[in-house]
Every structure is written in C-alpha cells, then in structure tokens.
C-alpha cells in the first residue's frame, strides 16, 4: 500500500500541481505526469509499454476526473496486487 501512496502523491499530486503552476492545462499534465509514470518504470518490450501506458492513463483520467489522487491510489494498490499473485 505504501508505493501506491507515494507514486501516486509524487506523479498525480506534486508533479501534475507543478505543471499547473508553469501554465500547463489539466490534460497536458495527464499527459506529462502520464509519460514521467511510465518512464520511471522502465518499460523493457512493447507488451509492458503498452501495459504501463494503459495504467497511466487510466491513473491520470481518474485524477482528472475526481480531481483526487485516492480513486488512484485505490486502483493503483488493486493493480499491484493483481500483478502480485500472477507472479
């Protein structure tokens, strides 16, 4: 529970305000923080890119849409799981 926490309060919550500050609409923040989230993961193939830029997104559109990071922290910790028991 605590990675989700704390990617979740770095990338949809300090990064996506700081991108607000410099001007930067809500969707381009999505978008940034979306590309910083995916990157910090280091995709290794394809199938992870498109898998990371999935969540991502999603992560990001449910930030837009509530205007909350916790929606996304609940998904985000559900994700993790899921991929926890598939290992």
Known sequence: ???PVVEEAFFRGLAWAKFLERSISEPGAMCATSILFEFSH????L???VQLSGMALTLGLMRYFSGSIWIGVVAHSIM????LFEL
């Open 47 to 49: 199938n992870s890119f």
């Open 42 to 45: 280091i995709p290794t193939d």
């Open 80 to 83: 993790n799981i899921t991929v």
């Open 1 to 3: 529970m605590i990675i």
